[in-house]
């Protein structure tokens, strides 16, 4: 037999051991792809936790882009705010919690094309607050807001201390958005949490009120949908994405134009053992054509995101 013809016998036989004998999965890919599969099936129960005496305190940046253009005159209104607010935990009872809301510190600034920045704090006289701020300095004035929550973050309407879930609250019919008015939610910092155990990849769904002008004193409401996906869990946090719609019929760019600010996108973040959201953006990205008669443009565009902060005050800086 030749060197040749010896080769191929060789490599036929490596050949034929190759086919029957099929190497197996090693135990380190068999062991990640078992993981990847229990992760996919497990599945999270997102709450809110409170008790008596908590304080909360979160930070919010906000900056915020309006732009107007009529014809060739063109205008730029940008506008910041930063103010840390603390909410207190009155009482629990059930899965309703009572708490109130303080500003400890609100700082706001306006800009309005190349004019000279105004700027307002919360810690200025009465007679130092310029006068495009003088309501904002009213408001901080009165008395704190009290409101109750839900272990999923769903805002209670009422007053007496023995106040029951609204309609809204009540369980919905499958495949349905819980509604909630968002004026009677006042100063909220919770976004809704699923009903039930939800795996990475679960949706919930919620509807909310607005209203806006539709002519002199008149009022209308427009229901906003909003759509939440859990999107991964790490090492104890949840992840959450969200999207806003409107799921009214308008009529009129001068109704649209008033919910240009009205259905963000954004995501947040839940500490699910403490029960705690750590982090939440908000981000805006709209525009109306013709808010402002024919040949015209509306835009806004801006972030706002608030932070939990440490349960010691520190003082804020500009």
Same mark, same amino acid.
């Given at each position: 037999?030749?060197?040749?013809?010896?080769?191929? %016998?060789?490599?036929? /036989?490596?050949? $034929?051991?190759?086919?029957?004998?099929? !190497?197996?999965?090693?135990?380190?890919?068999?062991?990640?792809? $078992?993981?990847?599969?229990?992760? /996919?099936? +497990?599945?999270?129960?997102?709450?809110?936790?409170?008790?008596?005496?908590?304080?909360?305190?979160? +930070?919010?940046?906000?900056?915020?882009?309006?732009? /107007?253009?009529?014809?060739?005159?063109?205008?730029v209104d940008v506008s910041q705010v930063r103010q840390v607010r603390r909410y207190g935990v009155s009482e629990t009872n059930g $899965? &309703?919690?009572?708490?109130?809301?303080?500003?400890? =510190?609100?700082?706001?600034?306006?800009?309005?094309?190349?004019?000279? /920045?105004?700027?307002?704090?919360?810690?200025?006289?009465?007679?130092?607050?310029?006068?495009?701020?003088?309501?904002?300095?009213?408001? &901080?004035?009165?008395?704190?807001?009290?409101?109750?929550?839900?272990?999923?973050?769903?805002?209670?309407?009422?007053?007496? =201390?023995?106040?029951?879930?609204?309609?809204?609250?009540?369980?919905?019919? @499958?495949a349905a958005a819980p509604v909630r008015d968002a004026s009677a939610d006042p100063g909220s910092f919770l976004m809704l949490l699923?009903?039930?155990?939800?795996?990475?990849?679960? !949706?919930?769904?919620?509807?909310?009120?607005?209203?806006?002008?539709?002519?002199? #004193? &008149?009022? &209308?409401?427009? +229901?906003?949908?909003?759509?939440?996906?859990?999107?991964?869990?790490? #090492?104890?946090?949840?992840? %959450?994405?969200?999207?806003?719609?409107?799921?009214? @019929?308008?009529?009129?760019?001068?109704?649209?134009?008033?919910?240009? +600010?009205?259905?963000?996108?954004?995501?947040?973040?839940? $500490?699910?053992?403490?029960?705690?959201? %750590?982090?939440?953006?908000?981000?805006?990205?709209?525009? %109306?054509?013709?808010?402002?008669?024919?040949?015209?443009?509306?835009?806004?565009?801006?972030?706002? !995101?608030?932070?939990?902060?440490?349960?010691?005050?520190?003082?804020?800086?500009?």
């Amino acid at each position: 037999m030749n060197l040749c013809t010896l080769l191929t %016998v060789i490599l036929l /036989a490596l050949q $034929d051991n190759s086919a029957g004998s099929p !190497t197996a999965p090693s135990q380190t890919d068999a062991g990640l792809a $078992d993981s990847v599969k229990s992760t /996919a099936r +497990q599945t999270w129960s997102l709450r809110y936790q409170f008790h008596p005496g908590q304080q909360l305190r979160y +930070q919010s940046l906000q900056q915020m882009t309006l732009e /107007a253009q009529v014809g060739e005159n063109h205008r730029v209104d940008v506008s910041q705010v930063r103010q840390v607010r603390r909410y207190g935990v009155s009482e629990t009872n059930g $899965d &309703l919690t009572k708490l109130s809301m303080q500003f400890e =510190d609100v700082w706001m600034q306006r800009q309005v094309d190349e004019e000279p /920045a105004v700027e307002f704090r919360s810690s200025m006289k009465a007679n130092e607050v310029p006068e495009v701020f003088k309501n904002v300095a009213h408001s &901080l004035r009165g008395a704190a807001p009290v409101f109750r929550v839900t272990a999923l973050g769903r805002s209670v309407t009422g007053t007496s =201390d023995s106040v029951q879930p609204s309609s809204a609250d009540a369980p919905a019919a @499958p495949a349905a958005a819980p509604v909630r008015d968002a004026s009677a939610d006042p100063g909220s910092f919770l976004m809704l949490l699923p009903e039930t155990e939800t795996a990475v990849g679960g !949706t919930w769904k919620e509807e909310f009120q607005v209203q806006v002008r539709g002519g002199e #004193n &008149l009022q &209308l409401p427009v +229901q906003i949908l909003r759509t939440y996906r859990l999107e991964a869990v790490e #090492n104890g946090i949840a992840r %959450v994405t969200f999207r806003s719609s409107v799921r009214t @019929p308008l009529r009129g760019t001068v109704i649209r134009s008033q919910l240009i +600010q009205a259905t963000p996108s954004g995501s947040f973040l839940l $500490d699910i053992s403490r029960g705690q959201m %750590v982090r939440r953006e908000f981000r805006w990205n709209e525009t %109306v054509i013709g808010a402002l008669g024919p040949e015209s443009i509306l835009s806004s565009h801006g972030t706002q !995101t608030d932070e939990l902060l440490q349960a010691v005050a520190e003082p804020a800086a500009n």
